[in-house]
Each structure stands twice: as C-alpha cells, then as structure tokens.
C-alpha cells in the first residue's frame, strides 16, 4: 500500500521535471536559436556558381535554381526537395547568355527563365520542357518577365527600340509592342492590369517610366523624372505605388496612376549613403519600404522615416512570419552577418557569423523562406538551409522574396 500511495508523487515529480527542462529550453535566446544548420547541398568541387541564385520555393518547400557553371558556357536548372534531394538537374549549352542566373519564376506547376534570345517554360515537377520561345531578332536578348496566370509579357531590345512582346499559355506570340528611342529596359513589375516599365532613353540623358496595358500593350502614361541614371528593376506596393532608385543614393515614389511624384527619399547620412539597387528595397504588407542604403531604414507610405538601424547593409532582406527581416549585414564593424530584424522597431532580435558554413558566409546572397520557416542561401559554391526565428510563414508569404511580390518580374 505504501508504495501504491508513492506513485501518484512520482509521477508528480516526473512531470514537474519535464515541465522546467521545457521552460529552460524555451528561454534560449534568440541568437541561441537562429541560423542553425538544417541542410547543405554541394554539386561536387567542379561547380562554382558565377552568381548567386535567387531561389524559387513552391508550396511543398521544393527549391529551384538557375546557375552558370563554372566554366560559363552551360546554364544549370536544378530542383532540390525540402532534405536537399536532388528532384532533378537540367544542364544544357542554352544558346546565348543570361547574365544574371537566378531569373526564375514559378506559376502553378510551371517554371519559367531565359537564355539570350530563348524564353523557356518547364514542368516544375518533372524538370521537361514544355515549349521554348525565341526572338525573330537573333542579336536580340530578353531583359525582364512577368508570368501572370500562365500568360508571359517579356521585354527585349532591337536597334533603338524597346520590344514588349506578350505570349499565351502555350508560348505563341499574342501581341507586340515597339517603344522607340530607348537603349534599353531597366526593369518591370505589375499591378492589376497594368506594366510599369522603366526605359533608358537612347542617348542616355534621362530615364522615362511608362505604364502600359497587359491587355493589349497600349501606352497609359509616360512620365521623365528630373533624372538621367537609375538603378536597375523597380517595385510596385499593393497600392500600385512605383519605387526606384538612382545612382545619387535616393529612393524615388511615383503614383501609379498618373505616373508623379509622389516623394523622393535621399538618407541624410551622406557618407554612408550610395548606390542601391532597386532591388534591394523590400516592400511590406502595410506598404512600409526598407531601404538598405547603407544604415537599414523603414520608410512609411508617405516617405517618412519610421526606424534607422545601425546595421550597415546594401542588400535585400525578405520578410518572415511574425514581422521579422532576415537579411546580411554589419554590425559594429563585423564581418558579414546573417540577420534578423524586428520590421516595427529596427531592432536587432539575432545576429550570427561565427557558426555559419564558411561557403556561405563569404556570398552574402539574396534570401528565400521556406513554408517551415527555414532560410535558404546560396553560397559561391554549395546551397545551405538554416533556421529562422520563425516556425511557420503566413499564407503565401513563401513567395514574397526580395521586392515581396511573386509577379514582379525578374532579370
């Protein structure tokens, strides 16, 4: 009987034993719990990547990439499952060039990219073609894409004119649009119906921002910024809103209705302020702008400042669930550092370098989220996955990579 009475107790005592081993585990700091390693993938010591990939991650946390190999003739389109199987590899001598691997977009069960002249649409599960595209103009190369229900609007030039071309699901040509007196396309993004394009003019005086009907490709407004260079690609807010930068370090909004100004953003910390790409600027839910020129800044609607933090960055940070920026940067004059940053306040909540892979230190490249909540990085010669701070992404945030939206074009 003693020992029946003895039982309830000690079981008592178990569970109180696990219940603080759980609370002391749950107070780990956050740099205690961040940037982990979950996975690396390494092709073997031929491949070297020429540039860093944007990763593409669909909804079953299935990564895509398209690279350069290392001797710069022969794209590679790879897929890796969510434990960094390889799903399947594509490697073929593409004709032409593309210039910026990582130009990868997916739409359903399809993944689109170029090469030069050539536009490809594959089968995201399968890694087969399912139809190609090519210019009439050979010498011609594509700039930028938009993949909008299967539909693609592309842009290339010839001579002194700006090509918008747009196909049908099945690759075949629906329209063409010529925009003359242009050298060449620095970026496009989407909103509804509509193209934003940015255009160098031909004799590189001035940048001119055009918006242009995906119906039918007709002109809706052309506006010239009191500017002559801009940083390549733009970003476009759910209200429509217009963002770029320019090589003088400013941000600039225009209304997307009428193509003004709305305000122009110049960091007042003129030594630490320089050339960002656009990018770079990361637009968020509630429309407020990062803007990594040189200290890390939030950016209201109206072109308010709302946080500087200290972190010296020029790159792109990516948003995770429960408000959280990751994103590389430097921290009172470390080396590189992965972090993560509260997106209301600016503050530091991790910082980590000394336990990350060597490879993927030194690269420094765009990030992606998985649904898990992981972060995937490529490095110069390896893709690494570690842990975030958050558990789980919100519905659809898989896709907000970079500029935050997945149909914003790509280069």
Not at 19 to 42: G, H, I
Not at 280 to 302: A, K, R
Request: net charge negative.
């Amino acid at each position: 009987m003693k020992i029946i009475k003895l039982i309830p107790a000690f079981l008592i005592l178990i569970v109180l034993f696990s219940s603080c081993k759980k609370n002391k585990n749950d107070q780990k700091t956050d740099n205690d719990k961040f940037a982990l390693p979950v996975w690396d993938w390494s092709a073997g010591a031929y491949l070297n990547f020429t540039a860093a990939p944007v990763p593409a991650i669909d909804e079953q946390d299935n990564s895509y990439y398209l690279f350069k190999t290392d001797n710069g003739d022969d794209l590679m389109v790879l897929s890796l499952d969510n434990q960094s199987k390889k799903r399947w590899l594509v490697k073929e001598n593409f004709p032409g060039s593309n210039n910026n691997p990582g130009s990868v977009i997916l739409s359903g069960n399809r993944l689109y990219f170029y090469s030069g002249s050539s536009f490809y649409c594959y089968n995201k599960d399968t890694g087969n073609e399912i139809w190609h595209f090519e210019v009439e103009f050979p010498a011609s190369a594509f700039e930028y894409f938009i993949v909008k229900n299967d539909e693609v609007w592309l842009t290339y030039t010839y001579q002194a004119s700006i090509i918008l071309q747009k196909l049908n699901s099945n690759g075949e040509k629906q329209w063409k649009t010529e925009f003359a007196n242009y050298s060449f396309n620095l970026g496009m993004a989407s909103f509804g119906n509509k193209l934003v394009l940015l255009n160098k003019d031909l004799y590189a005086y001035h940048v001119d921002v055009l918006s242009v009907s995906m119906v039918d490709g007709s002109k809706l407004w052309t506006t010239k910024p009191d500017i002559d260079e801009a940083a390549e690609n733009l970003s476009v807010d759910g209200n429509g809103n217009i963002y770029f930068t320019t090589y003088g370090g400013e941000l600039l909004s225009l209304d997307g209705n009428d193509g003004s100004v709305r305000w122009t953003y110049k960091n007042p910390v003129g030594e630490n302020s320089r050339f960002v790409n656009s990018f770079s600027v990361t637009i968020l839910p509630d429309n407020d702008v990062i803007f990594p020129s040189g200290y890390l800044i939030c950016l209201n609607d109206s072109g308010k400042e709302k946080w500087r933090s200290p972190v010296v960055s020029y790159e792109s940070f990516t948003l995770g669930n429960q408000g959280v920026l990751y994103g590389w940067g430097t921290v009172a004059d470390t080396i590189t550092a992965l972090l993560a940053i509260d997106a209301s306040t600016g503050e530091q909540r991790a910082i980590k370098y000394t336990t990350l892979n060597p490879d993927l230190q030194s690269a420094a490249g765009p990030l992606a989220l998985t649904h898990k909540g992981d972060i995937i990085a490529v490095g110069s010669k390896g893709i690494h996955c570690v842990t975030s701070l958050s558990t789980a992404l919100e519905e659809n945030a898989w896709a907000k990579i970079g500029k935050g939206y997945q149909n914003n074009s790509v280069r």
